[in-house]
């Protein structure tokens, strides 16, 4: 059982970290971005070039497709989101399918559907207490935690508060001088950032395919459902529950019934909570 715990924690991480990308839009633009994943796909294929294309190092291509993922969120925000984001939210949410549609055929004609793998220098493994743990793992499990307490500190800094007045009301903020343009494309850029190492670990430890996208947003989502939408701590330990979730029950009930898992979560929690595990109940007049 140990050893499917700990399979479920790393996939558990990169539910975490694209659940925090997904925060993080939501926290700052009141964006709920459905692009987030493909944000992280088309540089992680980038950098899978770069390596098996270009020659370069792993040390070499992971900053420069850490640097592509925040030029295209940036790029994206910009150009498609900020023009429409006064206009009615359910435009901007369109918006989010749209690029998601777009960046997914961009993928899907230069690099086909064909798997690849990005080679790591974090091939093997060591045993502990008579279990596995390969060194994937460790760096999936410590990138997502990483990721977290970072972002509880960048909240407590001023351009960190800035981007949580801004979700809540654009205006007043704006009247005492804080610049929107720079809370958002700083909170896009971040999100690229993040959803990039997400795709990149998924990519490292398994495969790299143009469907990695889609079915880590859902699983994003579903995470990021469970912490309440605006917790950093609730995304990733929601993150975490639902990898250990789908990997026991693809161990103990059926591998087909994993998927199944993350939606059964969503139902669950909000039918007992509506507001999530580590979300704040807010009023809504109706």
């Not at 990695?212 to 912490?227: D, M, P, R, W």
Request: glycine share 10%; hydrophobic share 55%.
């Amino acid at each position: 059982m140990w050893q499917q715990i700990i399979s479920g924690l790393q996939a558990g991480s990169w539910y975490s970290l694209m659940a925090l990308a997904i925060v993080l839009v939501l926290k700052a633009t009141d964006v709920p971005n459905f692009a987030m994943a493909e944000l992280g796909l088309l540089p992680a294929f980038c950098t899978w070039a770069l390596i098996d294309g270009a020659g370069l190092s792993w040390w070499a291509a992971v900053p420069a497709g850490l640097l592509i993922g925040v030029v295209l969120a940036v790029v994206v925000e910009r150009t498609a989101i900020r023009p429409i984001l006064a206009e009615n939210h359910f435009a901007t949410v369109l918006m989010t399918i749209a690029v998601f549609v777009v960046i997914n055929a961009v993928v899907q004609l230069v690099w086909g559907s064909e798997p690849r793998k990005i080679d790591s220098p974090f091939a093997g493994s060591f045993t502990v207490a008579g279990q596995i743990v390969a060194y994937e793992q460790l760096l999936s499990i410590g990138a997502g935690l990483a990721v977290t307490v970072a972002l509880v500190l960048f909240f407590r800094t001023p351009l960190g508060v800035r981007m949580q007045a801004i979700a809540e009301d654009r205006v007043t903020p704006r009247l005492l001088g804080v610049s929107v343009t720079t809370v958002f494309r700083t909170s896009w850029a971040l999100a690229g950032a993040i959803a990039t190492i997400a795709l990149l670990l998924q990519g490292q430890a398994s495969l790299l395919t143009d469907q990695n996208g889609s079915g880590l947003l859902i699983k994003g989502f579903v995470a990021a459902t469970l912490g309440g939408f605006s917790s950093v701590i609730g995304a990733f330990v929601g993150g975490l529950a639902l990898g250990v979730a789908e990997n026991l029950a693809g161990a103990y009930v059926s591998t087909s019934s994993k998927t199944a898992i993350a939606l059964l979560a969503i139902v669950v929690v909000l039918a007992v909570k509506p507001q999530g595990l580590f979300g704040r109940h807010q009023a809504r007049e109706v």
